[in-house]
Structures are given as structure tokens and as C-alpha cells.
């Protein structure tokens, strides 16, 4: 077993690439033992340390949050997840979206056990928000491998141009603009209110 478990942010690289790669069991005791901080790890078995989000970013996570978990609420047919959360998914990777919904049936699905850890599925629907520690291009491909786990629909938000990436399996994204954009498919009927979570990055 890797012994790796405490890590000090400070000297270590944000990625690191073990030799063997950790196996899920070892990936969440070094969660366990770090939880001050937020890690991935990709399917190739690469640790990545996420920064903290910055003040705007925060807000505007939880007002992502916020509008998804009210709508959730009022119809208790599924289930939201915050930023903290991570999830095992099928290619190897447990990834960790800003924003995230999974149904009742497929959490039903899930015994106790899983569940106290990173539960072994992918959500039926994330959104990821770019942030300022962020890159477009590594959200974009981030994007394409929850699609590829088995999301059904993903939200790349991006509030410096006021701008939604919507994915959907087997095609491309799609960029759209506007004050509000319309759930679908796992999400039908919500509605997320962007001007919202824009005015989260004004004073």
C-alpha cells in the first residue's frame, strides 16, 4: 500500500503520479487523512490538489447550488451534491464537480457503505464553473469525460463571458448565452437563473 498520507501543499507539485497508482481504497484514506484539502484523481491514477475557491467563485457556486436545490426539493425525486462531493466513476477516475444531481432510483441503487464513501456512479447531471485557477480547455475536457461516464447532461459555466458550455452524449457542445438556461432530460423543468449567479461576481 502507498504510504503517502499526509500531504504539505506547500512543497508538493498540485499533480502527482504514483508508481503503482493508488487503488479506491487508498485514494480515500488519503482523502480521509487530507480533507483539509479537495483531490482527484484521473482515470490514469494522477493525484490532482484543487484549489480553494476564490470569493467570487464560492458565491456563485453556492447560488449554482442554491437554485438546483430548491427545485430538487419541491419535487424530492432526486438528490443534489455540493462541490465536496466526489464520485467513483467507471473509467477509474474520481472526479468531483462543482454542482451535481442524481436521481432517486439510481441512488436507491447504492447500499449504505457506498454511500459513506465515493459513491461508484456518475451523476446524471453536473455543472462545472470556471473559475480563476481553472483553464477553459482543462474544464472542457473534464467535461467531455463526465459525458463519457455516463452523464447525461453538463453545464460548463463560464461567468467572466457570461457564457454556458451544454454537453450531451454523442454531441457537440453547444454555447449558448442569455439570462436564464433550461434543464433537460434528467433536469426537466429546472431552470437556472444566470443573471443570478452573474451578479455573484459584481460588488
Request: negative net charge; glycine residues 10%; aromatic residues 8%.
Amino acid at each position: 500500500m502507498n504510504m503517502l498520507l499526509r500531504i504539505d501543499a506547500e512543497t508538493l507539485p498540485r499533480v502527482l503520479v504514483l508508481d503503482p497508482p493508488m487503488t479506491d481504497g487508498e485514494f480515500e484514506a488519503l482523502c480521509r487523512e487530507n480533507d483539509a484539502m479537495q483531490l482527484e484523481r484521473t482515470k490514469e491514477g494522477a493525484i490532482r490538489m484543487l484549489a480553494p475557491a476564490g470569493g467570487w467563485t464560492s458565491r456563485g457556486n453556492q447560488e449554482i447550488a442554491r437554485q438546483l436545490g430548491n427545485w430538487g426539493a419541491e419535487r424530492e425525486h432526486g438528490y443534489v451534491f455540493d462541490s465536496s462531493g466526489g464520485f467513483r466513476l467507471p473509467d477509474g477516475s474520481t472526479l468531483s464537480p462543482d454542482v451535481s444531481y442524481l436521481s432517486e432510483e439510481r441512488l436507491n441503487e447504492l447500499t449504505e457503505d457506498e454511500l459513506s464513501g465515493f459513491p461508484p456512479v456518475c451523476p446524471d447531471f453536473v455543472i462545472e464553473l470556471l473559475s480563476k485557477s481553472d483553464t477553459l480547455e482543462g474544464l472542457r475536457s473534464k467535461m467531455a469525460d463526465w459525458i463519457c461516464n455516463g452523464a447525461l447532461l453538463g453545464w460548463l459555466i463560464d461567468p467572466y463571458k457570461r457564457q454556458v458550455f451544454v454537453y450531451r452524449p454523442r454531441q457537440e457542445p453547444k454555447r449558448v448565452t442569455g439570462p436564464k438556461i433550461a434543464g433537460e432530460g434528467p433536469v426537466a423543468g429546472f431552470e437556472l437563473d444566470l443573471a443570478r449567479v452573474w451578479r455573484c461576481y459584481e460588488k
